[in-house]
């Protein structure tokens, strides 16, 4: 292959010794390849003049094939140095803690399965904290809503209810009709912390009404925890609810309120191969994901 590329390399500089050159060998040697080359081939491909070299008639003629066969060859090599990557690869990605438990452990251990030598680095934090290590390089993507993100590309997953979150016994918890979030407004409101943008904000804020916020937390399980205590009301995922066994009502609420999941990178071509390897994976489950 490499008189091949002895060869390209002749045609672009127009000349042996600056081909030799650019390439790292001395001009004999350089001869010596194009010479076997046209042995082997019955051809005379190249004059050589005073001025630099041009192909012959029959080199201009099987040119292109021999263009085509160098491209084919450094797709294979390109091939070869992804899968030695994604065999010791390493995936950087931000996640919340909704996702974290509900999505992340069976998607990790299939990858697991397929990749071994792959290791994971994930850095829970919420929209904000998400969208500034994507920017920073310090995560290679991570899952966000894409209303509350700039200046990444996003690529939506899934979409998902929120639900109001009262003590089992609380006074609005005793039907199974759909609360107005006029009604949750004015309760104890205990409200997750994820950045500057909190979809049940937005909402509130798009009936005209807003929340009476006692405490601001960075955790939807101690959320849960202290609106079983009776300290307050909330409204969380669907998704981080699934397989809880706290003493609390779930409700759905009017206006409803839903959240986009997405994955956001700063560009998809120049994510890691092992990356791009478990958005796939991902994506192939999202039908059996709640």
Not at 119 to 130: K, M
Request: charged share 25%.
């Amino acid at each position: 292959m490499n008189r091949y590329i002895a060869l390209q390399k002749i045609v672009e500089l127009g000349s042996f010794s600056k081909a030799a050159e650019a390439m790292g060998y001395s001009q004999s040697a350089l001869s010596q390849m194009i010479a076997s080359l046209e042995d082997e081939m019955s051809i005379k491909l190249v004059n050589r003049f005073r001025t630099g070299a041009k192909l012959t008639l029959e080199g201009k003629e099987i040119y292109p094939q021999i263009e085509q066969l160098i491209y084919q060859y450094d797709s294979v090599q390109e091939k070869t140095k992804e899968i030695k990557g994604l065999e010791t690869g390493i995936i950087r990605m931000g996640t919340l803690a909704s996702i974290s438990a509900h999505w992340l452990p069976g998607l990790l251990k299939e990858f697991q399965e397929q990749y071994p030598k792959v290791e994971f680095v994930i850095h829970q934090g919420d929209y904000t904290s998400i969208l500034e290590w994507i920017k920073t390089g310090a995560i290679d993507f991570g899952f966000v809503n894409p209303k509350a993100v700039t200046g990444i590309e996003t690529m939506v997953l899934k979409e998902g209810a929120m639900l109001a979150v009262l003590p089992e016994k609380h006074s609005l918890a005793t039907t199974d009709e759909a609360i107005p979030l006029e009604a949750l407004a004015s309760e104890p409101f205990i409200l997750l912390e994820e950045g500057h943008y909190y979809e049940p904000l937005e909402a509130f804020q798009s009936i005209g009404v807003s929340p009476n916020i006692k405490y601001t937390i960075h955790d939807d399980y101690a959320i849960m925890t202290m609106v079983e205590a009776g300290l307050g009301v909330s409204i969380l995922a669907e998704l981080v609810l699934h397989r809880t066994n706290y003493k609390i009502k779930l409700c759905e609420t009017t206006p409803p309120i839903s959240r986009t999941i997405a994955i956001g990178y700063k560009d998809k071509a120049s994510l890691p191969i092992a990356c791009k390897k478990f958005i796939e994976l991902l994506r192939s489950h999202l039908d059996e994901l709640p």
